[in-house]
């Protein structure tokens, strides 16, 4: 034995120098690409076990053992077969068994610093070590991580048992953007599952887990589920509605808008939300939405609920059904041109506002709705004629009142506007070549009833049907080449089922109107002359003054109009009936009507009104030009009638109305003042005056000025770069901070505060008048940029107190959108917490509707 060590060491040298050649070979020899060293001779055995396709390989240090049916590669090694790519720094393949091993990148205490990437099917998956077959395309990954949509999976074993299945066992799943695009090695959040099967499909994939519990900041949470299916997909898909919680002084602590969706098709899906509160009070809320591009989108929803107030056997105990059933239906133009269908439906129990569960509408200020108005609408236009027909059904409901108003059906025909004369040159001259004509049919139905009414004979019995015409007449041209001569004239005809008659019943003491039902119509018409011009007178002023030149345009315009007494007896239109104190009264019998009432009284006035524009140019260094218009007044208007037909009060009071904006257009400012001309006497312990012949005792009758001022960080100063004056940037969750030498961070601050002022005053014939002043506020701020808060609320400078109030908050928190909403005082105290995923595909599997009030969808 020992005489043959040395012919053996001899034969073992022999081998090991011969393999050292070889692998000298490969290593001096370029990377392998497409055109060379790609392949690998195999034995005869091996190559009677044909592959599907070629095996190509590279490495900076690649090593191949022929007896032992292996190939080695280090360094930037890496594998193609057919749709399968595997990088890592270390692979190795068995030719014999098919199959590759791959692992990361370790440093020297045996940890991955780069891990291994196999990319197949258009996807990216990273694992610390990899095991393939190639011939039963199976295998298994460790710390695998895959990603899919919005979404990562980090599980400890990884096995593929086919192209389109793998199991997982200790998966992790999250949406954290941040943990995604590798900015942060720990996840905000994840979904830990001790076992997770991901199914993929050619458009779409979805992952079906054992139980599965919420980690937030790698902290467990108590919410734990027993399985959970999340799906991976453009189309829509079911899921559970998370709802927001809080707190209502009047019914109790709440859940919110919990519930569920399903997809119902491929145009239609529901929704079933539902509203459930501690004092007893619920509500439930079945939505169905469609939609089909290109055609139409519209929904039906409903909304069922009771409301308990109160302690049950005390006497602020109150118990209230309520309901509301709403359709939306809108059309897309380009369905068809000529044919447009569109609803607006919304019917509601006339005590549904004050008594609503669902906070949505006290956020969103429904509660303080007094009407609820429903249309229905079918418009038909035409190719070759110039008609446009236009059908309606409509419904309003006063809660004030009771009453509700159905108008069922309507129907509009308009004519478009044509010219009467045609011109022969094909250029309109004159007055009769301008001669427009627009008229049209207005056929209606309506009916005002009682909430118990609907419907039954009282309705019926009380409606009125009517139809409309009016033919409107135009023409203009120009004098004297500087004014503008226009004549109107305008003719009214109509027809109703019901006329009014009117008397006074001396056994109850008052007036009383009764609709008798007959047959019967009108004609009136009036005509109408102005003659227009515009003055310009332009200041300038000595050169180099802040003042460069003020403009001044004036725009005066005068009138006559006429119209004959159509209330004389022989129209017909008119009745009398004495009152009380035996005095006659006259009243139109179609007062009361749908179609409108004729006028009484010949009208044969002239009417001025003067239109005013005062702009002013100044120096501007902001400018470009160097200077800048700044609009003093961009309308003041003055306007007055005088009727030479009536007996008494000619004058009618003067109108002036003006509208300016301020602080380059920012601010607008409108008002209006009514100044009647006569004077107003007050009899002893009156407080409704006479309005008297003296004229030239002007008093005020209206006034009302309103401001709007947007205002914003934007508008004071300059934006100042934070990237120019401080160097440093934060990284991770501070990419919005910039720090200074001393590590303070700074940060932009953006604000917004809307301000609305009213004030209005109204006097008429009465001793003190009435008085409206409020202002509101509404705004915005970034605390910092992931912190906002937003508020809003009204101010009455009559009654002294606060209307209307809400304060929001909205938090970013990285993967997840906080919102806090709240009323604080009023006849709804309540507030509204919620959290939502932010990551669209989770929305998705776990649907939830940001609620934040003013900003819903921005990111701070």
Request: with cysteine.
């Amino acid at each position: 034995m020992f005489r043959n060590c040395p012919k053996n060491i001899l034969q073992i040298l022999i081998i090991l120098i011969f393999n050292n050649i070889l692998a000298q070979k490969e290593k001096t020899s370029p990377l392998l690409n497409e055109k060379t060293k790609d392949t690998i001779s195999l034995p005869k055995a091996q190559k009677s076990e044909a592959l599907e396709d070629i095996v190509r390989y590279k490495a900076d240090n690649i090593r191949n053992d022929i007896p032992k049916k292996m190939s080695y590669l280090k360094k930037n090694a890496q594998v193609k077969y057919q749709d399968l790519q595997v990088n890592a720094d270390y692979i190795s393949i068995d030719w014999d068994k098919g199959t590759i091993f791959a692992q990361g990148k370790m440093d020297t205490l045996g940890k991955i610093t780069s891990p291994v990437i196999t990319m197949q099917g258009g996807k990216k998956y990273e694992t610390d070590h990899f095991n393939y077959n190639y011939k039963t395309k199976r295998a298994i990954a460790y710390n695998a991580r895959t990603e899919e949509s919005e979404g990562v999976i980090v599980a400890r074993k990884t096995k593929k048992y086919n192209d389109s299945v793998f199991f997982m066992k200790s998966g992790k799943y999250t949406t954290d953007d941040y943990f995604l695009k590798k900015k942060d090695s720990i996840p905000d959040y994840y979904m830990l599952a001790s076992s997770i099967k991901l199914v993929k499909g050619k458009n779409s994939s979805q992952i079906i887990t054992g139980p599965i519990q919420l980690f937030v900041e790698e902290v467990p949470t108590p919410l734990i589920m027993p399985f959970a299916i999340l799906p991976f997909s453009d189309k829509r898909s079911a899921g559970i509605l998370i709802p927001s919680f809080g707190e209502r002084q009047d019914v109790g602590f709440f859940l919110n808008g919990i519930g569920y969706y399903q997809p119902l098709g491929e145009h239609f899906d529901l929704k079933i939300l539902s509203d459930i509160y501690t004092k007893g009070s619920w509500g439930i809320r079945p939505e169905v939405h469609y939609s089909k591009k290109y055609r139409y989108n519209g929904s039906f929803q409903a909304d069922f609920g009771t409301t308990v107030r109160g302690i049950n056997g005390l006497a602020n105990y109150s118990k209230t059904r309520t309901f509301r059933i709403s359709w939306r239906h809108s059309q897309d133009q380009k369905a068809n041109p000529f044919l447009n269908f569109s609803a607006s439906v919304d019917i509601v129990s006339s005590k549904f506002y004050n008594n609503t569960i669902n906070n949505n509408y006290i956020f969103n200020q429904n509660v303080l709705n007094s009407q609820q108005n429903s249309t229905i609408s079918l418009t038909k236009r035409f190719l070759t004629l110039p008609v446009t027909i236009t059908s309606t059904a409509g419904y309003s409901q006063n809660f004030s009142t009771g009453l509700a108003n159905i108008r069922l059906p309507q129907m509009n025909v308009a004519i478009n506007q044509f010219y009467l004369f045609t011109p022969k040159s094909g250029i309109r001259q004159g007055l009769l070549q301008n001669i427009t004509v627009n008229t049209g049919l207005d056929f209606n139905n309506f009916v005002s009833v009682a909430d118990g009414q609907m419907f039954k004979k009282e309705m019926w019995d009380n409606m009125q049907t009517g139809l409309k015409n009016n033919i409107t007449l135009g023409t203009n041209t120009s004098i004297a080449k500087y004014f503008t001569f226009s004549i109107g004239a305008n003719i009214y005809n109509g027809l109703t089922t019901k006329v009014l008659d009117r008397f006074y019943n001396p056994i109850s003491n008052r007036v009383e109107d009764d609709m008798t039902n007959k047959i019967s119509g009108f004609s009136y018409f009036s005509t109408s002359t102005s003659l227009q011009t515009t003055l310009y007178k332009t200041v300038v002023f000595k050169k180099g003054s802040a003042i460069q030149a003020i403009r001044h345009m004036v725009t005066p315009q005068v009138s006559f109009s006429y119209s004959p007494d159509f209330g004389t007896p022989g129209f017909g239109y008119f009745k009398n009936y004495y009152d009380a104190n035996s005095n006659l009264i006259t009243y139109s019998i179609f007062e009361k009507g749908i179609i409108g009432s004729p006028t009484s009284g010949m009208m044969g006035g002239v009417g001025f009104s003067i239109g005013n524009n005062l702009e002013m140019k100044i120096k501007s260094k902001s400018d470009s030009t160097g200077f800048k218009k700044i609009k003093i007044f961009e309308t003041l208007n003055v306007s007055g009638n005088y009727n030479f037909a009536a007996k008494s009060h000619r004058w009618s009071p003067f109108s002036i109305s003006g509208q300016t904006s301020l602080f380059n257009s920012k601010m607008n400012i409108n008002t209006s003042l009514i100044v009647d001309p006569y004077e107003v006497v007050f009899t002893d312990g009156s407080d409704i005056g006479v309005r008297t012949e003296n004229f030239g005792h002007f008093n005020i009758q209206g006034f009302n000025l309103q401001m709007t001022y947007p205002l914003s960080d934007q508008i004071f100063g300059k934006q100042e770069d934070l990237s120019k004056k401080y160097g440093t940037k934060g990284r991770v969750r501070n990419e919005n901070y910039y720090f200074d030498d001393d590590n303070y961070a700074h940060y932009k601050q953006p604000w917004t505060l809307n301000v609305a002022a009213n004030y209005a005053y109204s006097k008429s014939t009465s001793r003190f008048g009435n008085t409206i002043a409020t202002i509101g506020l509404d705004g915005s701020i970034g605390l910092t940029p992931y912190w906002n808060i937003t508020a809003s609320t009204n101010y009455d400078f009559v009654t002294q107190q606060l209307a209307y109030t809400r304060i929001g908050f909205t938090r970013d928190q990285r993967s997840f959108t906080i919102n806090f909403n709240w009323v604080p005082f009023g006849q709804y105290k309540v507030y509204d917490f919620f959290i939502g995923i932010k990551a669209n595909i989770l929305k998705d599997a776990v649907k939830y509707k940001d609620r934040s009030f003013t900003q819903p969808n921005a990111n701070f």
